[in-house]
């Protein structure tokens, strides 16, 4: 046809192309940075692998897409029920404890510096491990 410039449709196309490939990659950005916290829980943050000092409540955040991840982390009070322990006495009498249920529970201004000493499994190395040891030490010694 007369009067139409092919230059132009290439060029249209390439922006088309462009602005396509620009809204895919902020539709990216946008999923990867929205998340939400659930009622009973608080979100720790970890940027580039390292634990950051930033705690969020429940809601909805943003965070910094591709760089920054969260956890979740139950800060009600939470009962768990231990596989069974095997403890021996100082007689050589071996005891089984069946259903030991504990009861934790953290407060949300002590969880970073929880998690930084003792990692994210934290409740079980405060928790079950002591209470593992401490029954196996009592019956040892009676």
């Known amino acids: 046809m007369p009067g139409l410039d092919p230059g132009g449709n290439i060029i249209c196309k390439l922006a ?18 929205y998340h939400k916290i659930n ?7 970890f940027r580039h692998g390292a634990l950051r000092d ?35 006495t100082k007689d050589g009498i071996e005891n089984t404890f069946r259903e030991i249920t504990a009861i934790t529970t953290i ?11 003792f990692g994210m499994e934290f409740k079980k190395a405060l928790v079950f491990d002591r209470i593992k040891e401490d029954l196996r030490i009592f019956c040892a010694n009676h």
């Open 16 to 33: 088309s192309a462009v602005i396509a490939v620009v809204l895919a990659i902020f539709i990216a950005c946008m999923v990867d940075s």
């Open 39 to 45: 009622e009973g829980y608080v979100g720790i943050y």
């Open 54 to 88: 930033k705690v969020t409540e429940p809601g909805i955040h943003f965070l910094m897409p591709f760089i920054e991840d969260y956890k979740e982390v139950r800060i009600r009070p939470e009962t768990f029920s231990m596989d069974p322990l095997v403890a021996i």
């Open 107 to 117: 407060r949300k201004d002590k969880l970073v510096f929880m998690a930084k000493k």
